[in-house]
C-alpha cells in the first residue's frame, strides 16, 4: 500500500473508532446518571440498524442466513459485549475500559489457535503478550481491581469470540450484511430486556444522548465496513488501537478522567503492541509481495 492510500486508511480507522468512543462517551453520561446499561445498548442497536439499513443493500434471498447459527451466535457475542461495556462506563473512566477491553484481540487469537486451527506465530505471540501485560497494568488485578474493570475485561472477552465469529463467516456473506445483521440480532436479543427494563422520563438532553451513542457507533462501525474494502483486515485490526487515543482525549475533557500512571503505563504498553503488530504486518505484505514477483 502506497504512503498516500496508507495515510487515507489511517485518518478513516481514526475517524471510524472515535465516532465509537463518541458514542461511549454518551453511553457513558446515561448510565453514569443512573439509566440501565442494557437499555442503553438496545437503543443504540435499534436506532443504528434504522439509520444503517437503507445503506445495506439486504434483499430479500439474504434474510434467511440472519437464521444461520453463526450469525446469531456472532450477534449474541457483540450484543453482549456492548452491554457489559456500557456497565463497565457506568463508574470507571472511558481510558481504562477501553484499555481493558483489548483483551479482545488475545482471546481471539486463542480461540482462532483453539477451534480454527490457526498456527501461533512466535512474533505475534510477543506482541499480544506485551498488550496483555498493558491490560493487566490498567485492570491491577488484585491491586484495587473494581466490579466495572471486571464487566469491561468480559466485555472484551466477548468481544474477542464476536472476532472470531467474523472470521468465520466473513468469507461467506457481504460486510454491509455482516454489520446489518449484529444491529438487526442485537436488537431482537435485548429488547425485552428494553422493554421490561426501567424506562428513563424521555427529555430532550436524554433524546440527544440516545441519538449520539446509536449516531456514533453506526457511523464508526459503517466507516470500518468502508476501511474494510480498502485493505485486508490484518492491517485494519492494529490502527483499532487509536482508539485509546480518543479515549483519553474525551474522557479528560468531558469527565475530567485521567489514567493514573500504571494505567497510562498501560496504555503504552497496548498501544506499543497495536503499533508493533502494524509494522509486522506490513513487512509480511511486502514480503509476500516479492516472493509473488
Known sequence: ?????????????????????????????????????????????????????????????????????????RG?????????ILTALRTEPLANVFGAFFIGPVVAYVLAILFLGERPAPLRSLLLAVGFA???????????????????????????????????????????????????LGTAMLTPFGLGGDWPGMTWTLAGLVAISAGGSAMGNFLLVMASRRAEASLIAPLVYSQLL???????????????VWALAGLALIALSGVGSLLVGQRQARLAGQGAA
Open 246 to 260: 480518543s479515549a483519553m482525549v474525551l474522557g479528560a475533557l468531558v469527565f475530567g478522567d485521567w489514567p493514573d
Open 76 to 84: 449474541f457475542f457483540i450484543a453482549a459485549g456492548i452491554s457489559c
Open 134 to 184: 498493558g491490560v493487566m497494568l490498567v485492570v491491577k488485578p488484585g491491586f484495587g481491581a473494581t466490579i466495572g474493570m471486571a464487566f469491561a475485561l468480559t466485555a472484551g472477552t466477548f468481544y474477542g469470540a464476536y472476532l472470531v465469529m467474523t472470521r468465520v463467516v466473513s468469507g461467506q456473506v457481504r460486510p454491509r450484511f455482516l454489520l446489518l445483521s449484529q444491529l438487526l
Open 1 to 73: 500500500m502506497r504512503g498516500i492510500e496508507l495515510a487515507g486508511l489511517i485518518a478513516t480507522v481514526f475517524g471510524a473508532v472515535t465516532c465509537v468512543v463518541i458514542g461511549d462517551t454518551a453511553g457513558k453520561l446515561m448510565t453514569s446518571s443512573g439509566i440501565d446499561p442494557v437499555w442503553v445498548a438496545w437503543t443504540r442497536f435499534g436506532l443504528a440498524a434504522l439509520v444503517l439499513l437503507p445503506f445495506s443493500g439486504l434483499t430479500r434471498a439474504e434474510l434467511p442466513r440472519l437464521l444461520d447459527w453463526r450469525v446469531v451466535l
